[in-house]
């Protein structure tokens, strides 16, 4: 009876969920549970030690943009290498190489041996893990279900799990800051690699044909650019992921002004603020998780800017901490429908000898935007104030999506001819 009834409930959640039927994507969702948290525990934990040894912003703002450069340069290649090699091989490249990293962190933490130098030098080689892995990882995704059908429920689970991590692996990382220490965050980090490793290796995967290689690198990437460029719904998608990475996040780097200045509020208030935009990130996964197909994507595409436009104008004027912990919910689950869809609707359109090259294009106009977001928003600030800022923000992401609605009759045509 026991068995039958866990059986029932297997078969719900299959049903909700189809993507967990396939078992090589049941490995990856639950080795990458593991290894994501450890790594937004290491992201929260790298910070909190270099400022506790130099007390300087300057220095922890320096790290930040150097651990940020790899990334930033070899994504792209990244991709092209996606189109060439196993995904699954140069996955568990990424792992191996995170892995040594983390574990150096963790014994230099240990034997109270870390220095600025030495976490400088491992935040930017943890930028080259990252540069190699991102595009890698989104073009992976379709290697792992077995029914194309299942692919938006993929995509949805993939976000959801990134969400959730963002979510609680800071909050334990605060947890073990604040009671055993950084060195533990990093040996959690440590051991959750072991999880994503043993996932990708018992995976059993069908061989996917490899382009022949009859070009060096930068063709390859000059002709992905091209294929980009030339095919209407992913260059408009792109486009307009361009405009909410420049825009539609700057909002995060003025959260500190916001709770301190505009709200009075103190650490916790800018906790509250930091969570309420991954809250809205997980519920919006929920309901792509539960949605089927793509049909419709591309109109939630074109809405979502709006949303965020407005939300962020609404913030930049609340002076009302539960309000404004409610607008960011909002804003935090636009901005993720908008990146799950568009993460959709390119994947189920683009050409698998592409993809590797298209997805990394999707990561930079997501990734690659966030220093000059960073820095736009904090230029604007000093000049106009923070919600001076935000409200030039949240209009240029209305005009993104009014622009990109006057695409959407040809972007609909041109999805449903390559879909049907």
């Keep these: 009876m026991q068995l039958n009834g866990l059986q029932k409930i297997w078969f719900q959640v299959s049903q909700q969920l189809p993507a967990l039927r396939s078992r090589n994507f049941r490995l990856y969702f639950i080795g990458q549970s593991f290894s994501l948290s450890g790594t937004f525990m290491t992201q929260v934990a790298v910070p909190w030690v ?71 030098m491992l935040s930017i080689l943890a930028g080259v893990v990252k540069g190699l892995d991102m595009p890698v990882r989104h073009a992976f995704v379709v290697e792992m ?11 949805a689970l993939n976000s959801a799990m990134l969400s959730s991590s963002r979510l609680i692996g800071p909050a334990i990382g605060g947890i073990l800051l604040a009671t055993v220490g950084a060195e533990f965050c990093f040996l959690y980090d440590s051991l959750s690699y072991v999880a994503a490793i043993l996932a990708l290796w018992a995976m059993r995967l069908t061989p996917q044909p490899i382009e022949a290689q ?9 002709e992905g650019f091209r294929y980009v460029y030339t095919f209407l719904p992913i260059r408009s998608i792109l486009l307009l992921l361009t405009v909410q990475g420049l ?17 009075r509020g103190g650490p916790e208030t800018m906790g509250f603020l930091t969570a309420a935009g991954a809250i809205g990130s997980v519920f919006a996964c929920v309901y792509l998780s539960l949605r089927r197909g793509t049909e419709g994507l591309e109109r939630l595409i074109a809405l979502c800017p709006a949303v965020i436009g407005l939300g962020l104008i609404a913030f930049s004027q609340s002076r009302v901490v539960w309000v404004s912990l409610l607008l960011l919910v909002l804003v935090g689950s636009s901005s993720t429908l908008q990146v799950a869809s568009s993460n959709t609707v390119i994947q189920s359109l683009v050409e698998d000898s592409k993809r590797g090259r298209v997805m990394s294009f999707y990561a930079l106009s997501l990734v690659g935007m966030l220093p000059l977001s960073n820095l736009l928003a904090g230029s604007l600030a000093q000049a106009i104030g923070a919600p001076s800022t935000l409200v030039v923000c949240g209009s240029i992401c209305i005009l993104g999506s009014i622009w990109f609605s006057q695409q959407l009759p040809a972007v609909s045509r041109w999805i449903q001819q390559e879909l049907h």
């Design 145 to 155: 279900v077995n029914e194309r059908e299942d692919l938006s429920n993929a995509i």
């Design 214 to 222: 009859t070009s060096n690198n930068w063709q390859r990437l000059k």
């Design 247 to 263: 825009f539609g996040i700057a909002y995060m780097a003025l959260l500190p002004i916001f709770a301190a200045d505009i709200l």
């Design 50 to 120: 270099i400022y506790d040894l130099t007390h300087s912003a300057w220095l922890l703002g320096l790290t930040g943009f150097l651990g940020f450069l790899p990334t930033l340069i070899l994504t792209p290649f990244s991709g092209v290498l996606s189109d060439r090699w196993s995904r699954r091989s140069l996955l568990l490249l990424a792992q191996f190489m995170g892995i040594a990293v983390s574990f150096a962190l963790t014994i230099l933490t240990f034997l109270k041996l870390a220095s600025f130098k030495s976490l400088l």
